[in-house]
């Protein structure tokens, strides 16, 4: 048994764009990169995003072309992870203009874990229309690494549905080797 099962679905609650996108407009409206994580469920061959992290403090790192997670930030986002009984699943972070794909560093430095979702919003997420449609779906897959999802597979493979509001948990570092 692996711990990273593969994925054929990925289930999004339309309620954990709408937040993500609100949660990082706030590191928009200052010109840099923000991130929401999504935890959730593997099963069967699906993920279901089941909750959104907000990440704060001196262990998060928003700039215009960089977003840095520290190590310490990260291993408390994996305390919740066992506290919930999920996984870090997923990632939905915000690039300048137009720009959907991921970046060099994205994929050098991101997390490289089996299935990952890595979704790009444009336009620092400041646009109220925003749709998963124009956000730019890459996933990690063993052996190769990030690649983008094309539109019909984007289609087969992500299911937004309407669910009640998942909860929306912060985690913040204390600068301790963060």
Same mark, same amino acid.
């Given at each position: @048994?692996? +711990?990273?099962?593969?994925?054929?679905?990925? *289930? =999004?609650? &339309?309620?954990?764009?709408?937040?993500?996108?609100?949660? @990082?407009?706030?590191? /928009?409206?200052?010109?840099?990169?923000?991130?929401?994580?999504?935890?959730?469920?593997? @099963?069967?061959?699906?993920?279901?995003? #089941? +909750?959104?992290?907000?990440?704060? /403090?001196?262990? $998060?790192?928003?700039?215009?072309?960089?977003?840095? *997670?520290?190590?310490?930030?990260?291993?408390?986002? #994996?305390?919740?992870?066992?506290?919930?009984?999920?996984?870090?699943? /997923?990632? =939905? +972070?915000? +690039?300048?203009? &137009?720009?959907?794909?991921?970046? *060099?560093?994205?994929?050098?430095?991101?997390?490289?874990?089996?299935?990952?979702?890595?979704?790009? !919003?444009?336009?620092? !997420?400041?646009?109220?229309?925003?749709?998963?449609?124009?956000?730019? $779906?890459?996933?990690?897959?063993?052996?190769?690494?990030?690649?983008? @999802?094309?539109?019909?597979?984007?289609?087969?493979?992500? &299911?937004?549905? &309407?669910?009640?509001? =998942?909860?929306?948990?912060?985690?913040? /570092?204390?600068?301790?080797?963060?």
């Amino acid at each position: @048994m692996t +711990h990273f099962p593969a994925v054929d679905k990925w *289930i =999004i609650p &339309q309620s954990a764009i709408t937040d993500s996108l609100r949660e @990082m407009a706030s590191d /928009g409206l200052r010109g840099n990169e923000g991130v929401t994580l999504w935890l959730g469920k593997r @099963m069967n061959g699906q993920a279901e995003v #089941t +909750h959104l992290v907000a990440l704060r /403090g001196p262990g $998060i790192v928003n700039k215009p072309l960089l977003l840095v *997670i520290r190590p310490g930030l990260l291993n408390k986002v #994996t305390d919740l992870t066992i506290r919930y009984g999920v996984a870090l699943i /997923g990632q =939905i +972070h915000s +690039h300048y203009g &137009q720009n959907t794909d991921l970046s *060099i560093t994205d994929k050098t430095y991101g997390v490289a874990v089996p299935y990952y979702l890595s979704i790009v !919003a444009p336009y620092f !997420a400041l646009r109220t229309d925003i749709t998963i449609s124009d956000c730019g $779906i890459h996933v990690f897959e063993p052996s190769k690494g990030y690649r983008r @999802m094309n539109q019909n597979e984007v289609l087969s493979r992500v &299911q937004v549905v &309407q669910k009640e509001t =998942i909860p929306f948990l912060t985690v913040k /570092g204390d600068g301790d080797g963060e």
